[in-house]
């Protein structure tokens, strides 16, 4: 078995990979961490990271470029494998994305991915750095995370499920954004793991342990 | 909230620190990912590696540390000097660079910014603006370490770039780097009120109070500085309690 984080050409996988490999060796069964273009490769993924940087309209023409992606993606959903979207992988999940025009997403969790509102001008943007991290819901993926727990964050759109119910966590920035989404075994973090040192490297291991 | 952030930069040269923290425990000082760990595991938010490498031929050295340290930080790294193109971009990004930080370049084709934002996204196209006084209220943007004038005001500039996609604003005063006599104040003021991204401040760090001034009198959303912590003067958990105590929100 294998966890398979999917390269459709977004920006930079490798501190990704070795974040998952790190984790992954410490993992029940130590998985081998594939990172792969071919929709085949899900078919033995025990776990599937659908990373993302840039904007959402570029990452979600890169996923549909990779032959039967899309479609293995959303039957490896269905069928109830456990799937990780970081940042823009996390906002392709929603029903629509505004940056750019609007733009079809996965539709995986209803919702929509909007501009950071940004307080009459207040905040700068990117929201980027490290901010804190608050769980509003259980998840086996989120425990250990107190409340207050910091994680690296640099996004300009936030999303927002259409149920409020599927926001795990939020982080304040001008006022609640979500921070971690999710539906049954679809799981989002807007921040970054990979990036986020210790808290993050746990978030993997928990993910990678997680059977939904 | 969003905390303000301490980014320790290393100078690389041909793959090798420039300036190095001297611990007695390390193994090779010159070593950049030596340093990463030792910041890593001190507690800096970020890290900024600045290739300062004369020869494009070199160049492959820093490729390397970058992916190295990229294998054992788990943190954001910066990487900046010598990007001239989006193919320089692509590489370092591959290599494991979050962000990349361009200057010259940027001088000599404002446009370059923009194309690297379009393909890469803002929140990995960094401009570095070494700026220098020129009268009361003006500064002026340098480029080659501050040798070359180009008759651009910095504030001016700074605008331009982030509406051409730039993520983050690295703001160096040619006046104070390397004096230790704090940040330009007036500088990255005018800068931080001019611009919606985030802006760095880095050059003349010599105490902590500079810190705390950078983001507090400043406006900088994070501060960087070299040599207080190559030499060890202070660590960068120092540098956090003592920016904390003065009432900056920092990542404990």
């Given at each position: 078995m294998t966890v398979a984080i999917v390269d459709y050409g977004s920006g930079n996988l490798r501190s990704a990979a070795k974040a998952f490999e790190r984790a992954a060796a410490d993992a029940p069964g130590r998985p081998r961490v594939e990172v792969t273009a071919d929709a085949a490769a899900l078919t033995r993924a025990r776990h599937i990271v659908l990373p993302g940087v840039g904007a959402f309209v570029d990452c979600m023409t890169g996923l549909s470029r990779l032959p039967g992606m899309v479609e293995a993606l959303r039957e490896r959903a269905e069928a109830g494998v456990p799937l990780l979207g970081i940042c823009v992988g996390m906002q392709l999940m929603a029903t629509t994305g505004e940056e750019h025009g609007v733009h079809a997403g996965l539709g995986w969790v209803p919702g929509r991915v909007v501009p950071i509102p940004s307080a009459g001008g207040e905040l700068r943007i990117p929201h980027m750095g490290w901010n804190e991290v608050e769980p509003c819901r259980e998840h086996p993926v989120l425990a250990g995370i107190a409340s207050g727990t910091h994680a690296y964050f640099v996004h300009s759109y936030t999303m927002v499920p259409d149920d409020p119910g599927d926001v795990l966590a939020v982080t304040d920035y001008g006022g609640r954004i979500s921070a971690v989404i999710g539906r049954d075994n679809v799981l989002g973090t807007q921040f970054h793991p990979e990036k986020s040192q210790r808290v993050g490297l746990a978030l993997i291991s928990r993910f990678l342990a997680w059977r939904p | 909230?969003?905390?303000?952030?301490?980014?320790?930069?290393?100078?690389?040269?041909?793959?090798?620190?420039?300036?190095?923290?001297?611990?007695?425990?390390?193994?090779?000082?010159?070593?950049?990912?030596?340093?990463?760990?030792?910041?890593?595991?001190?507690?800096?938010?970020?890290?900024?590696?600045?290739?300062?490498?004369?020869?494009?031929?070199?160049?492959?050295?820093?490729?390397?540390?970058?992916?190295?340290?990229?294998?054992?930080?788990?943190?954001?790294?910066?990487?900046?000097?010598?990007?001239?193109?989006?193919?320089?971009?692509?590489?370092?990004?591959?290599?494991?660079?979050?962000?990349?930080?361009?200057?010259?370049?940027?001088?000599?084709?404002?446009?370059?910014?923009?194309?690297?934002?379009?393909?890469?996204?803002?929140?990995?196209?960094?401009?570095?603006?070494?700026?220098?006084?020129?009268?009361?209220?003006?500064?002026?943007?340098?480029?080659?370490?501050?040798?070359?004038?180009?008759?651009?005001?910095?504030?001016?500039?700074?605008?331009?770039?982030?509406?051409?996609?730039?993520?983050?604003?690295?703001?160096?005063?040619?006046?104070?780097?390397?004096?230790?006599?704090?940040?330009?104040?007036?500088?990255?003021?005018?800068?931080?009120?001019?611009?919606?991204?985030?802006?760095?401040?880095?050059?003349?760090?010599?105490?902590?109070?500079?810190?705390?001034?950078?983001v507090r009198e400043g406006g900088a959303t994070g501060v960087l500085a070299a040599s207080i912590f190559h030499f060890g003067t202070h660590t960068i958990a120092e540098a956090k309690a003592h920016m904390a105590q003065a009432g900056v929100a920092v990542r404990p």
């Amino acid at each position: 078995m294998t966890v398979a984080i999917v390269d459709y050409g977004s920006g930079n996988l490798r501190s990704a990979a070795k974040a998952f490999e790190r984790a992954a060796a410490d993992a029940p069964g130590r998985p081998r961490v594939e990172v792969t273009a071919d929709a085949a490769a899900l078919t033995r993924a025990r776990h599937i990271v659908l990373p993302g940087v840039g904007a959402f309209v570029d990452c979600m023409t890169g996923l549909s470029r990779l032959p039967g992606m899309v479609e293995a993606l959303r039957e490896r959903a269905e069928a109830g494998v456990p799937l990780l979207g970081i940042c823009v992988g996390m906002q392709l999940m929603a029903t629509t994305g505004e940056e750019h025009g609007v733009h079809a997403g996965l539709g995986w969790v209803p919702g929509r991915v909007v501009p950071i509102p940004s307080a009459g001008g207040e905040l700068r943007i990117p929201h980027m750095g490290w901010n804190e991290v608050e769980p509003c819901r259980e998840h086996p993926v989120l425990a250990g995370i107190a409340s207050g727990t910091h994680a690296y964050f640099v996004h300009s759109y936030t999303m927002v499920p259409d149920d409020p119910g599927d926001v795990l966590a939020v982080t304040d920035y001008g006022g609640r954004i979500s921070a971690v989404i999710g539906r049954d075994n679809v799981l989002g973090t807007q921040f970054h793991p990979e990036k986020s040192q210790r808290v993050g490297l746990a978030l993997i291991s928990r993910f990678l342990a997680w059977r939904p | 909230m969003l905390k303000a952030r301490v980014i320790p930069c290393l100078d690389v040269k041909d793959g090798r620190t420039v300036k190095g923290v001297n611990f007695v425990d390390l193994v090779d000082a010159g070593d950049p990912v030596e340093q990463a760990r030792i910041y890593d595991a001190q507690g800096a938010d970020e890290l900024c590696f600045l290739d300062i490498t004369a020869s494009h031929e070199n160049r492959d050295t820093l490729f390397d540390a970058v992916k190295r340290t990229a294998e054992q930080c788990f943190m954001p790294l910066t990487v900046g000097g010598g990007v001239r193109t989006v193919d320089d971009i692509r590489r370092l990004l591959i290599a494991g660079a979050d962000k990349v930080s361009i200057n010259t370049a940027a001088v000599h084709r404002p446009e370059f910014v923009a194309e690297a934002a379009r393909k890469f996204g803002s929140q990995c196209i960094v401009v570095a603006i070494d700026a220098k006084a020129t009268g009361p209220d003006g500064f002026e943007i340098f480029t080659h370490g501050g040798r070359r004038g180009t008759g651009i005001d910095a504030i001016a500039w700074a605008e331009r770039m982030a509406g051409n996609g730039a993520g983050e604003i690295l703001l160096t005063s040619m006046d104070r780097d390397g004096t230790g006599a704090g940040f330009d104040i007036a500088l990255t003021r005018r800068i931080a009120d001019a611009v919606k991204v985030p802006v760095i401040a880095s050059g003349g760090v010599g105490t902590l109070d500079h810190l705390v001034a950078g983001v507090r009198e400043g406006g900088a959303t994070g501060v960087l500085a070299a040599s207080i912590f190559h030499f060890g003067t202070h660590t960068i958990a120092e540098a956090k309690a003592h920016m904390a105590q003065a009432g900056v929100a920092v990542r404990p």
